[in-house]
Structures are given as C-alpha cells and as structure tokens.
C-alpha cells in the first residue's frame, strides 16, 4: 500500500463573504492553490457550498482531479481522518483552525487590521446600523489598551497553537507580530511577499483623453477614501487643479454622510470587473491611496506598472510596498492629502515620480514572482516533515 502526503486545501478562503465575492486574501488563496496544482501537490479542498465561489476555481479543481469536500457534510476533523490528512493549508486565519490540532497547520496572516488600524471619526460617516456606531463611539473612548485588548487576545490564539506555522506577506506584518506579542520568535514567522495580481494584459494609455486621480474600494472604511474625497472636493472649492476629475470604484453613489460641493468632478463607478480596473489604473492621472492599514496593498504596484504616480499613506506596509517612488502623506490630515494633490500637478514634479514608478514595480513584482516559489516549496517540504 502506498501511502501518499495529502494537503488539506482550504478554499473557503477563496470565497466571497454576504455580498462581497471578491477580496485580496481571496485572490491570494487562488493564486497559492493554482501553483500547488501546477506542481501536481496532492490535495483535497474543503470549500462552503452556501457561500460564492470563483468558476475559474471550480474548473481548476476538475482539471487538477482535486476533490472537494463540503464542510457543510463533514467536519475539518472528519475530512483529515478519513481522508487522510497530514497537513492542512490556509490563506486566511480561519477561525475553525486558530484551536485545531488534528495535523500540522499553515496559514497566511496578511496583517494585524484589527490591531493596527487607528480610530477615526469619519468612519461614522460610512454606512452601518446603529448599533455598529455605537460600538464603534465606546470602543474609540476606551483607553487604547482595554480596547486593542480583545483583537490582541483574539490573534495570540493563533501564536499558542504549536502545530501552526505561520506565512506573512510583508516585513511589515512581521515586525507587527513581533510588536505586540515579544513572546513569539519572529524567526518562526516566514515572510513572502504577497504574489503579483497583476492583470495578465497590458492596457491601452490615453491619459490625455481624461485626466483623473483614481481611489478604489472606496466603500471600506479603513480604505479611508471619503478624506480623499473631501480634500480634491476642496480644491475644486478653492479653484485648483479644474481639469481633473475623481474616479471611485466599489461605490456606486455618494453613500457618505457628506454634501460634495463639486458633485460634478465625481464618478462613482461602483463594481468594477478586473479587465475595466487594469484600463483605469493604465489611463489614471495619478493613484490616492489614502489606506489606513495594509498588510501589503496591491493598488500602488497595478498603478506603478503603467508610470502613474501615486499619493499614499505613510502606514503600516504601504512604504516598503511603494519605497521611494510614492508622494506620502498623513492619512489623518486633509491638508496633507492636498498638498500631495496639489504637488503632483506640479509637472515637474510628476515626471519625477512618474519616471520612479516602473522600475519599483519590477523590483517588487521580482520579489514576488520568487516569493511565490518559496512559498510553495515551503508548504511541500513541510508535508514531507508532517
């Protein structure tokens, strides 16, 4: 009888969560699973038949002979038993593997957003129930130590289960662990670089068509888009920089509790697929990216790849993501995120960072492509050792 190393693959984390189908630890967990399957891994995917997922996925498994197990018919325990797990794999640290010790564990931790991302009154203004603002208000007036508590807890969960290893995809995250839990060895702790998501065409670039600055996802809070928002509305105000507009994607309308004074200067694009993104982020004047917590953060590179400048938070990872070749700001200070608009309609100053974008993007889309192989050769070596 030949026994045989099996992966227990967790594609839930490839799922779209309620109405949100696609996410960046999503499109991470494709990519992984796709590079295991070109490498002829042995596995079997647990998945979540009541919640969405990607055709492309579905296809892959058939075309791999990789079998899916719905966890609505058998339990995590069950599927390593029966099938004879020796090491389960997970995009995303999943709340029914955080405790499990039925095999070896390695999970991705993109970042500490539950820890890291700072308080702001704005995020008020987003929508959300009652309720939810009200957690929101007695969580922002608690002291930082009581309220940072329960994440903390949450997350030291993960470090206490000795049959976990851990993946993080930036320095950043590493040295965040290390910050808040001095207990974990940081040497345990492997880095790799997020891999690249860059859309496999290049687009067409007409820039002189229709200048903009372009913010994505702008719906999620922490993407902290409504400042920039408020600071080119401003500008529009006090008469600067008249022939640009603002694009928005992942909202559909101005759902902010805020009267824009120049609606006029605003697209709110809603849902965008994939191929319509890569042609804004070609044909974008420049990128804001006014994030308040990333673990990688992909938009600068999509944006870089085509010599658009970008004006971004200073941040958690976004600095070692973007190096030198980003225009930072205070993602707190509305005057902050005007000056930056402001200077990179300076064009001296855009040649500038302009001409700095290309070759940041090949140096960490470089890294990424090799981070990638590591990271599957680190998941098959640890199957060897499981």
């Not at 892959?60 to 099938?83: F, G, P, Q, T, Y």
């Not at 400042?227 to 992942?250: E, H, P, S, V, Y």
Request: glycine share 6%; net charge neutral; hydrophobic share 40%.
């Amino acid at each position: 009888m030949i026994i045989v190393d099996m992966i227990l693959y967790d594609l839930t984390a490839a799922q779209g969560w309620g109405t949100t189908k696609q996410h960046g630890g999503g499109k991470y967990a494709e990519i992984v699973f796709k590079a295991l399957c070109e490498k002829n891994a042995s596995m079997v995917a647990m998945w979540d038949s009541s919640r969405w997922i990607s055709e492309d996925i579905l296809e892959l498994c058939k075309k791999a002979h990789v079998e899916m197990v719905d966890l609505s018919n058998m339990s995590v325990d069950n599927i390593v038993r029966v099938k004879s797990i020796s090491l389960i794999y997970s995009a995303l640290p999943q709340d029914n593997l955080i405790n499990y010790k039925g095999c070896d564990i390695i999970s991705t931790l993109h970042g500490l957003r539950g820890i890291e991302q700072p308080f702001d009154w704005l995020f008020l203004r987003y929508p959300g129930s009652m309720l939810g603002k009200m957690k929101l208000i007695i969580k922002s007036l608690l002291p930082e130590k009581i309220a940072k508590g329960g994440p903390i807890k949450s997350y030291h969960r993960f470090f206490e289960n000795d049959r976990m290893r851990v993946v993080t995809v930036s320095n950043h995250t590493k040295y965040a662990i290390e910050t808040y839990y001095p207990d974990v060895c940081v040497e345990k702790l492997k880095v790799f670089y997020s891999p690249s998501t860059s859309h496999p065409n290049d687009a067409v670039s007409d820039r002189d068509k229709d200048k903009y600055m372009l913010v994505v996802s702008a719906a999620r809070e922490e993407k902290n888009a409504l400042r920039a928002i408020m600071a080119f509305d401003k500008l529009q105000t006090n008469g600067k920089i008249r022939d640009c507009r603002m694009k928005l994607t992942g909202i559909g309308n101005n759902i902010f509790n805020y009267k824009i004074k120049n609606p006029d200067k605003f697209d709110f694009l809603g849902y965008v697929s994939e191929d319509e993104l890569n042609v804004l982020f070609a044909n974008a004047y420049a990128l804001v990216y006014p994030s308040m917590t990333e673990g990688f953060g992909y938009p600068p590179l999509e944006a870089m790849r085509y010599g658009v400048p970008v004006l971004a938070s200073s941040l958690t990872s976004i600095s070692e993501v973007c190096g030198g070749s980003a225009l930072y700001f205070n993602p707190f200070s509305l005057e902050e995120i005007m000056n930056r608009m402001l200077q990179i309609n300076d064009d001296k100053i855009y040649k500038e960072y302009s001409e700095m974008t290309r070759p940041q993007y090949e140096k960490i889309t470089s890294r990424q492509v090799s981070d990638l192989e590591r990271l599957i050769d680190f998941i098959l070596a640890s199957l060897k050792k499981a």
